[in-house]
């Protein structure tokens, strides 16, 4: 299986400065349309009611890369460290914009689940570049000592440039908008939810297109590993909400919060050569695009399977008393 994972690392991605640009755009916009269903009284909702908006921040940006990196550890013998690297990026990123709408169909607590994704989006242009550098940085290090591979380059300086340029500003622009601009808002805050998934399917068949015959070769050991670690997200989620003794609205939402992950984020950081510069990763962080990339679809398979679990009238999971 890692023999079989070290031919993805050969996946290369040339935009050109144009197709960068491009890519770019599409992220702005999907966050901007993230942004725009956030309103700026939400902010002042944390704070009213912080016990369950402060369980998921810490679920979202301490226990699931922690998580993340263990789980990275135990498949160390299986996956290779880009992989590995992929996982840790992915855990890094703020939750995804189909979170509201799967907590909504959940009947989980929406209000919720729109305060995490405005607490988490807010802050990822700090937070993202602070943990994928952390957690990247430990994992290096220890695949190091014990298995006797070259010590890489984890960028923080570059990511947080750019990240504060391409959420940064979208979300600025989004929260502006939606505020002086609340019925034009609700005209199109939906459309553009539904436009930015297929932005992303397509930037996804766009990046994959020319190493097919690669990912069809490997998709089996991607499926297993992005299903092992998007069920160890979710059970972060659930778990943590259940250890926190939170209503069980609570739950579903911070179930749905963890293992939603904005991994086009993800897609478009590892596109950037500014980040990722070719002269120095030479290129070989496919597994990383790719474990992104099959992210971006399976959690929208794996959330509206929560979905499904918990509106079921008996609900088989544990619960804690």
Partial sequence: MKEQLESLNSITINFGEQGIMI??????????????????NTFKEVFQKPKSVITGVLLQWVALPAITFLVALILNPFITPMIALGMILVASCP??????FLSSLSKGNIELSVSLTAATTAM?????????????????????????????????????????????????????????????TKKIIKPSQVLSVFLFIGMVIASMAQNFHIIVENIHYVFLIVLLHNGAALATGYYGGRLARLPFRDVKTLTIETGIQNSGLGLVLLFNPHIFPPEIWQGHYGGMLFIAAWWGIWHIVSGLTMVCIFRRKEFFLPRFA
Avoid at 26 to 32: N, Q
Avoid at 95 to 100: A, F, H, K, P
Avoid at 150 to 174: R, W
């Fill in 95 to 100: 939750g995804g914009n189909m979170s509201n």
């Fill in 23 to 40: 890519v770019n755009i599409i992220l702005a916009f999907v966050m901007f349309g993230v942004a725009l269903g956030i309103k700026l």
């Fill in 124 to 184: 990822a242009p700090f937070i993202t570049p602070i943990n994928f550098y952390f957690w990247s940085s430990l994992y290096n290090q220890f695949i190091s000592r014990k298995y006797d591979i070259p010590m890489l380059v984890i960028p923080f300086g570059p990511m947080l440039e750019q990240i504060l340029l391409l959420l940064g500003l979208p979300i600025v622009l989004g929260l502006l908008f939606s505020h002086f601009f609340p019925n034009a």
